[in-house]
C-alpha cells in the first residue's frame, strides 16, 4: 500500500466524514429517545430558531401544537441533529466548488461530489418530512438509508482524495468468486440495514424479548402481510409505532433472519478472501461482523439499552461502508485504487 499526491479537497472530504458519522450517531440516538417529533415543526423548532425556552414561549408553542407539548429533553437531540446535518451540506457544497476550480487535473472526482450535493439535497427534503409526515415509517427507513449512503460516498471520495493506492495483487483481478461473493454480501447488508431501520421506525425491536426464541416460541404468530404493508396513510402520529404485535414480530423475525444470512455470507467472504491472500481485509471483516452481531443479540438479551443500540446503528454503517470499499477495490483495473 502506498500514498500518491493529496489531491484538493481531502482535507474537506475528511471533515464531511467526520461529520457524517456524528450524523449518522445523532440520528440513531434521536430515534431511539423518541425525539424524532421533539420539534414537531421544520426547519424550526416551535417557530424557534432553537427552541422555546420562556414560559410564555412554552406556552405558546403548546397551544399551537397541543398534540407535541414541549419536552425540552427532545428539542435538543433534533436540533443538534439538525444542526450537524446542515452544516453537512455547506462542507459538501464547498467540497463542489474545490472540485469545479480542480477538474482538469488528472484523476480529480468530479462527477462524485456532484452525486454527492444532489444526494444529500434529497436527504434533507427526506428529514424535513420525517418530521412533517410525523415520523412515517417509510420515510424515516428512506432517511436512514439515505444517511447510511451519504456516509459511504463520502469515505469513498475520501480515499479518492487522500491518493492511497492499494498495489495490484493479480490473482485477486482473476478471480470472480471474490467478486461476486463480495457484491452478494453488500447486496445482503443493504437488504439487512432496510429490515433495520424498518424494525426501528415500526418500534419493533423489543417484539421478540427472548432469545433464541421470540416471545417462548420457535415461531410465533406474525402479520407479514400487515408488518411489510408499505402503503401506509399520511396523517397518523407513528411515534411509539402503531402496529399490533404479530405485525411486529414479523417484521421482527424478518430482521433476525437477515441477520443470520449476513452473518453466513460474510464468514464465507471471510475465509475466500483469507485463501486468496487478503487476509488483513479478512480480519478486517470478521471483527466488524463480529462486533455487530455482538451488539444485535445485546439489544434483545439487555432490552434495548441506549448505548447498544446506537452503537449497533453505527457499526451497521462501518459494516455497510467496508463491504462497499471491498467491492470498489475487488472490481477496480490495475493498480487497485480506491
Known amino acids: 500500500m502506498s500514498f500518491r499526491k493529496v489531491k484538493p479537497g481531502f482535507g474537506l472530504s475528511l471533515l464531511a466524514t467526520i461529520v457524517v458519522s456524528v450524523v449518522v450517531v445523532l440520528g440513531a440516538f434521536t430515534r431511539l429517545v423518541d425525539a424524532g417529533l421533539g420539534c414537531p415543526d421544520w426547519p424550526t423548532c416551535y417557530g424557534h430558531i432553537w427552541a422555546p425556552t420562556t414560559e410564555g414561549e412554552i406556552a405558546a408553542a403548546n397551544s399551537a401544537y397541543p398534540e407535541i407539548p ?146 417462548l416460541q420457535w415461531w410465533p404468530e406474525a402479520d407479514f402481510k400487515t408488518g411489510f404493508d408499505l402503503i401506509h396513510p399520511i396523517g397518523p402520529n407513528y411515534q411509539g409505532g402503531s402496529l399490533d404485535l404479530p405485525a411486529q414480530i414479523a417484521i421482527h423475525l424478518s430482521h433476525r433472519i437477515g441477520a443470520m444470512i449476513v452473518t453466513l455470507l460474510s464468514l464465507m467472504l471471510v475465509a475466500v478472501l483469507y485463501m486468496r491472500g487478503l487476509k488483513p481485509w479478512a480480519m478486517g471483516l470478521l471483527t466488524l461482523l463480529a462486533i455487530q452481531v455482538s451488539l444485535g443479540l445485546s439489544n434483545v438479551y439487555f432490552g434495548l439499552p441506549l448505548s447498544v443500540a446506537v452503537l449497533h446503528n453505527l457499526f451497521g454503517a462501518l459494516l455497510l461502508i467496508y463491504l462497499a470499499v471491498l467491492n470498489v477495490m475487488l472490481n477496480r483495473k490495475e493498480p487497485v485504487y480506491v
Open 70 to 215: 414541549v419536552d425540552l429533553n427532545k428539542t435538543w437531540p433534533e436540533m443538534v441533529h439538525r444542526y450537524f446535518a446542515s452544516s453537512l451540506g455547506l462542507i459538501i457544497i464547498a467540497i463542489v466548488a474545490v472540485s469545479v476550480r480542480h477538474r482538469k487535473l488528472p484523476d480529480q472526482p468530479f462527477k462524485l461530489p456532484l452525486f454527492l450535493l444532489a444526494f444529500v439535497i434529497i436527504q434533507g427534503i427526506f428529514g424535513a418530512w420525517t418530521v412533517t409526515m410525523k415520523l412515517l415509517p417509510q420515510v424515516v427507513t428512506a432517511h436512514l438509508l439515505g444517511g447510511f449512503t451519504t456516509f459511504t460516498l463520502l469515505v469513498i471520495l475520501t480515499l479518492r482524495l487522500s491518493g492511497l493506492n492499494f498495489p495490484k495483487i493479480s490473482l485477486l483481478n482473476r478471480a470472480l468468486k471474490p467478486k461476486r461473493l463480495a457484491a452478494v454480501t453488500l447486496l445482503a447488508v443493504i437488504i439487512q440495514i432496510f429490515l433495520g431501520g424498518w424494525t426501528s421506525s415500526n418500534y419493533a425491536a423489543m417484539a421478540c424479548p427472548d432469545l433464541p426464541t421470540c416471545q
